[in-house]
């Protein structure tokens, strides 16, 4: 489903017009990706909860050339699937 997909989905579903939707949809991307700059676990009862996880540093290698590469430590984001949505998934 691409972003068009899911507005036209959630306007229909919510009654709202494309263009509110499109905004809503906007700002829960943006509340959810500053509240995961600040290292902030966001939780959706029922849903999931969105939070902040480490990667640690670790040599790689290039395919093309293999040629071992070290690979800096990031800050991932990561989605936990809460119960009503997996049983949703597999019903």
Do not use: C, H, Y
């Not at 989905?9 to 017009?17: D, I, P, Q, R, V």
């Not at 700002?27 to 909860?49: H, P, R, W």
């Not at 990561?78 to 009503?84: I, L, Q």
């Amino acid at each position: 489903m691409t972003k068009t997909e899911l507005v036209n989905s959630m306007a229909e579903k919510a009654g709202l017009s494309k263009a509110d939707t499109e905004k809503a949809l906007k700002a829960f991307v943006d509340s959810v990706t500053d509240a995961l700059q600040q290292d902030e676990k966001i939780s959706l009862v029922g849903f999931g909860t969105f939070s902040v996880g480490e990667r640690a540093a670790r040599t790689g290698k290039n395919p093309q050339t293999g040629e071992a590469l070290q690979i800096p430590a990031a800050k991932v984001p990561k989605f936990k699937a809460g119960k009503a949505l997996k049983d949703a998934v597999n019903s």
